[in-house]
């Protein structure tokens, strides 16, 4: 009998294009050796030119789909991602801070509580074509309620800036900001640099000692596939937590797939084009001499 993966549950909304969203988390769960299971917040109608529509998914829909996954499947990590509206926030934080809802893969916190370990955050705001995707009361909520219940957040330096006040623009910012997010509650962070001139990330996170922090430096991929990157990024730290790595090492490795998956990609229609999320299928194709490329 085949060894059972680790299971992801990823809450976020849906890219039909498949490049971010729900659909891309699933595609790098399943590039890590894990099992995905899904629960969408919003609808969107988009491409790679941009985000055009989104149709948030009633919150009732949300908590219930949640309660019945928690109740069936032992869940070893959740990743978050695009949740659109204050009340979708106020769902996944009810869901998260209540022991009845996870009678599975329980683990127990500060307040004695039960919850679900190795929670991953990535606090998305508004898409890389600049589209709202929370509104402000819906920002607000993050921060008080699911910045404190998370293992680790994973914002970008835009995100960083947007939720700690703080302008972000180099390495000094980034710790200047993660500094800011463990003051609100957070407990680890990584600060992602994909859009500075460098693409440094910084990983910091509290100890009995105080605060450590470590920095990821990697030369900037010239590619014009790279719509999803947060998403991978988070979705595959979620995975690496699930299969028991630290914080670093998991830090490192999702770095390395993402830019692993830009380098990999492919021409995806009009605008910025997708990471290929399964670039080891191709490389595992060539290494048998199979040829071929991933559809």
Same mark, same amino acid.
């Given at each position: 009998?085949?060894?059972?993966?680790?299971?992801?549950?990823?809450?976020?909304?849906?890219?039909?294009?498949?490049?971010?969203?729900?659909?891309?988390?699933?595609?790098?769960?399943?590039?890590?050796?894990?099992?995905?299971?899904?629960?969408?917040?919003?609808?969107?109608?988009?491409?790679?030119?941009?985000?055009?529509?989104?149709?948030?998914?009633?919150?009732?829909?949300?908590?219930?789909?949640?309660?019945?996954?928690?109740?069936?499947?032992?869940?070893?990590?959740?990743?978050?991602?695009?949740?659109?509206?204050?009340? /979708?926030?106020?769902?996944?934080?009810?869901?998260?801070?209540? #022991?009845?809802?996870? #009678?599975?893969?329980?683990?127990?916190?500060?307040?004695? !509580?039960?919850?679900?370990?190795?929670?991953?955050?990535?606090?998305?705001?508004?898409?890389?074509?600049?589209?709202?995707?929370?509104?402000?009361?819906?920002?607000?909520?993050?921060?008080?309620?699911?910045?404190?219940?998370?293992?680790?957040?994973?914002?970008?330096?835009?995100?960083?800036?947007?939720?700690?006040?703080?302008? /972000?623009?180099?390495?000094?910012?980034?710790?200047?900001?993660?500094?800011?997010?463990?003051?609100?509650?957070?407990?680890?962070? /990584?600060?992602?640099?994909?859009?500075?001139?460098?693409?440094?990330?910084?990983?910091?996170?509290?100890?009995?000692?105080?605060?450590?922090?470590?920095?990821?430096?990697?030369?900037?991929?010239?590619?014009?596939?790279?719509?999803?990157?947060?998403?991978?990024?988070?979705?595959?730290?979620?995975?690496?937590?699930? !299969?028991?790595?630290?914080?670093?090492?998991?830090?490192?490795?999702?770095?390395?797939?993402?830019?692993?998956?830009?380098?990999?990609?492919?021409?995806?229609?009009?605008?910025?084009? #997708? /990471?290929?999320?399964?670039?080891?299928?191709?490389? !595992?194709?060539?290494?048998?001499?199979?040829?071929?490329?991933?559809?």
């Amino acid at each position: 009998m085949a060894e059972k993966p680790p299971v992801i549950l990823t809450i976020a909304g849906f890219d039909p294009s498949s490049g971010a969203g729900i659909t891309a988390d699933i595609k790098t769960i399943a590039a890590h050796g894990c099992y995905g299971l899904a629960c969408i917040t919003a609808m969107t109608v988009q491409s790679t030119s941009g985000v055009r529509r989104v149709e948030l998914v009633d919150p009732a829909l949300i908590t219930e789909t949640l309660e019945e996954l928690a109740e069936d499947i032992e869940i070893a990590a959740v990743h978050i991602g695009m949740l659109g509206s204050a009340k /979708v926030v106020n769902a996944v934080a009810d869901f998260l801070s209540s #022991p009845s809802a996870r #009678p599975q893969g329980r683990r127990y916190g500060a307040n004695g !509580q039960a919850r679900l370990a190795n929670i991953v955050l990535d606090p998305i705001l508004k898409s890389s074509s600049g589209a709202d995707l929370l509104d402000a009361a819906g920002t607000r909520i993050l921060i008080e309620r699911l910045l404190p219940l998370a293992d680790v957040v994973t914002p970008n330096v835009d995100e960083a800036s947007a939720l700690t006040g703080a302008k /972000v623009e180099d390495l000094d910012g980034m710790k200047a900001a993660a500094a800011k997010l463990h003051e609100m509650g957070s407990s680890a962070v /990584v600060i992602t640099g994909g859009h500075l001139e460098k693409a440094i990330d910084l990983l910091s996170f509290t100890t009995t000692k105080g605060v450590e922090q470590e920095v990821f430096r990697a030369e900037r991929q010239k590619s014009n596939s790279t719509h999803g990157t947060g998403c991978a990024f988070s979705t595959a730290m979620a995975c690496h937590l699930a !299969q028991e790595r630290g914080l670093a090492e998991a830090a490192l490795l999702a770095k390395t797939y993402v830019t692993a998956a830009i380098t990999n990609g492919h021409p995806l229609g009009k605008g910025i084009g #997708p /990471v290929n999320h399964h670039y080891r299928m191709s490389q !595992q194709r060539r290494a048998a001499g199979l040829g071929g490329q991933e559809s």
